[in-house]
Nanobody, 116 residues
Framework: QVQLVESGGGLVQAGGSLRLSCAASGITFIITSMGWYRQAPGKQRELVARITGGGGTNYADSVKGRFTITRDNAKNTLYLQMNSLKPEDTAVYYC??????????WGQGTQVTVSS
């Protein structure tokens, strides 16, 4: 079955950087997109960044210029480089993968905490 395992979260001071990784396994379908979402306490889950099967990317306005999403197809791994972190970036970050006519798959999440 599909497994998405996130890692790289942690506690960092404002202005610092973190790199999240999402290792994917068990994928037997064509991936239409992979992405990172986040959910802060009391808030809805929101898209942070997304990369399509063709390599196109899009970002939430709040992270443009600070976060970069990349994908290593050979390793089936998705990354999110997060720079200039702010306290409002504090959330649980989830990896997501989508395929044609399939419900999206989700990882278990990794906590990112940014202290001021």
């Amino acid at each position: 079955q599909v497994q998405l395992v996130e890692s790289g979260g942690g506690l960092v001071q404002a202005g610092g950087s973190l790199r999240l990784s999402c290792a994917a396994s068990g994928i037997t379908f064509i991936i239409t997109s992979m992405g990172w979402y986040r959910q802060a306490p009391g808030k809805q889950r929101e898209l942070v960044a997304r990369i399509t099967g063709g390599g196109g990317t899009n970002y939430a306005d709040s992270v443009k210029g600070r976060f970069t999403i990349t994908r290593d197809n050979a390793k089936n791994t998705l990354y999110l480089q997060m720079n200039s972190l702010k306290p409002e970036d504090t959330a649980v970050y989830y990896c997501n993968v989508e395929g044609v006519m399939l419900s999206p798959y989700w990882g278990q999440g990794t906590q990112v905490t940014v202290s001021s």
